[in-house]
């Protein structure tokens, strides 16, 4: 009903709400804004998550919680579509932290195992420290401009009527939310334990739900972070250097899952990184072509899971294309999908963001060839990955008797593996199509698809190249990767250890947070407790004895 009002709209923009909470000249309201961006993500949100319950059906089949799984992740959907459709930030907000909690019990679904409890605690805390700054800066729009309707507040910084301070720290403090959400740097240590969760739950986080939320809050207030003078650049730096890290983290992970992890934050940095460049229509084409990538990647590896009795270290792995046809070429697919191989969709998203940093300032040589060396290494990782997995000799008994899913699981596959071959053809103008303009003039009629011919010649040759030296590591003789690995040891092993970040993490927690809490602790017991509670009693009771 809604989207049929939306079609009869001839702004493009459908708006309804209504009121919660209303307290004299306080109101809080629910409202549904549908526009462009907002139809895109619906559909976006709702055609992976149809295809995750599909595989779900085969994939959880003999679980004795499959009831309460398929309940989680129908509010976990429910969640994501309601704060792609909020209007307001308090909406938002309140569909925020039901993501938030889905996540957590998906994640921590298997309960009984210690990992995956501890999994989703790790989650849930890290994406609540940045929820706190989310709060914190819806607060300060409203005490700026009385409303939390979005569209108002816009119009408000717009015109002038929110002053360069609040603007930029309010954009900061929204970024500090969705860097939670995201898992960007430094709030990027929860992801890849999240892979304790089931793998289609896995599948949904990483590609239409929970790391989507924050790239979509940001580029629903690009208008609002134009505006703040520092707010795009620290935007910019958190994407590129989360971009790198993801990646670099990548190509030393032997686990399957944990790979694909960090595959997923290298990406929604690359968002960021755009979303930072002021292309918000093109960080929104990316997510939807990563998503559609990743859940592919993803579901892939649960058919691998299923097949080869929950294996999921790929050096036990190996030569899975021979028994497993249909996984190993949706992998292929998808991984080359992501690292940006023509003509897949990956290709036009990633050509279009390194458009778009031509146009970033004096810098742009310098930051496009360092982008280009993390576009390298995307390749890279994910050629790694899939030559382990699925190319070679069998290196375990486990491999040598794979055996496909079923048909119910591999469905899903299939239908991916064609999207994400012909989704890229969806993003350009297409000649004979005189009035289609590419689906980004859909989200947003000002933007135009550009094509740099010696970029994108460029782009080619580095992702090839990527291709290539991936599989001369890991699909020939030619160079040996355990050599490689013994040279740059020291590094080697300081990547391995995930640069320490959780090392620093959990010193921190048990130098400074614990020490705080047992000074909290004794000046509770003795100053408050015994000394003024306790005191003030014996004191009473010593006067009356006298």
């Known amino acids: 009903m809604v989207l049929y009002q ?86 938002l907000y309140f569909a925020w932290e039901i993501v938030g909690l889905g996540s957590y019990l998906l994640i921590g679904f298997y309960y009984d195992r210690e990992a995956a409890s501890q ?49 930029t720290s309010s954009s900061l403090l929204i970024f500090f939310g969705a860097m939670g959400k995201s898992a960007q740097f430094p709030l990027h240590v929860w992801l890849p334990d999240a892979m304790e969760g089931p793998t289609p739950a896995s599948a ?39 971009f790198l890290i993801g990646g670099s983290l990548a190509i030393v992970m032997t686990d399957l899952k944990r790979a694909l992890a960090y595959s997923t934050m290298s990406h929604l940095g690359l968002m960021m990184l755009s979303l930072g460049a002021g292309t918000w229509v093109v960080a929104i084409l990316h997510l939807v072509v990563h998503g559609l990538s990743k859940s592919l990647l993803f579901l892939c590896a649960g058919s691998v899971m299923h097949g080869t009795g929950d294996q999921t270290d790929c050096w036990s792995m190996g030569g899975l294309k021979k028994n497993m046809k249909i996984t190993a070429y949706g992998f292929t697919i998808g991984a080359l999908s992501l690292g940006g191989i023509i003509p897949l969709a990956g290709f036009f998203s990633k050509e279009e963001i390194l458009v ?59 239908i991916l593996s064609a999207l994400v071959v012909m989704f890229g053809f969806i993003l350009v103008p297409l ?82 947070v614990l020490a705080f809490a047992r000074l909290v602790s004794f000046f509770d017991r003795v100053v408050l407790n015994d000394a003024l509670v306790n005191g003030t009693g014996k004191s009473v009771l010593l006067s009356s004895f006298r």
């Open 431 to 512: 000649p004979f199509l005189e009035n289609y303009k590419g689906l980004g003039h859909f989200i947003d009629p000002q933007y135009k698809f550009h094509f740099v011919p010696w970029l994108s010649f460029l782009s080619i040759i580095v992702a090839s190249s990527g291709l290539l030296v991936g599989w001369l590591f890991y699909g020939s003789n030619v160079i040996s990767h355990k050599k490689m690995a013994v040279r740059i040891f020291p590094f080697y092993d300081f990547v391995v250890r995930k640069y320490k970040i959780d090392d620093l993490y959990q010193w921190v927690i048990d130098h400074a």
């Open 119 to 167: 999994a989703a605690k790790k989650a849930f805390i890290t994406t609540r420290i940045g929820d706190v700054g989310l709060l914190i800066g819806i607060l300060l729009i409203y005490k700026s401009t009385g409303t939390f309707n979005i569209s108002s507040i816009i119009d408000m910084a717009q015109n002038g009527a929110i002053s360069e301070s609040v603007l």
């Open 204 to 242: 949904l986080i990483h590609a239409a739900t929970m790391v989507a939320a924050g790239v979509y809050l940001v580029a629903r207030m690009h208008a609002f972070f134009d505006l703040a003078p520092v707010a795009l650049p620290i935007v910019f730096c958190v994407g590129l250097v989360t």
């Open 6 to 91: 939306f079609v009869l709209s001839d702004e493009g923009v459908f708006t309804t709400s209504v009121d919660w909470i209303v307290i004299g000249s306080f109101a809080i309201t629910w409202g549904i804004l549908l526009d462009s961006l907002s139809v895109i993500m619906i559909g976006f949100v709702t055609f992976v998550s149809l295809l995750v319950q599909l595989y779900s059906l085969g994939y959880m089949l003999n679980d004795p919680r499959i009831s309460w799984f398929f309940s989680v992740i129908s509010l976990f959907t429910a969640a994501m579509l309601v704060l792609v459709l909020s209007d307001n930030l308090i909406f």
């Open 356 to 414: 778009s940093l031509t146009e970033y300032g004096g810098l742009w040589p310098i930051i496009l060839i360092v982008v280009l060396a993390g576009v390298f290494i995307s390749t890279f990782y994910i050629t790694r990955l899939t030559v382990i997995t699925f190319y070679g000799e069998a290196r375990s008994d486990h491999a040598e008797k794979a055996h496909e899913s079923s048909w119910i699981m591999t469905t899903p596959l299939v």
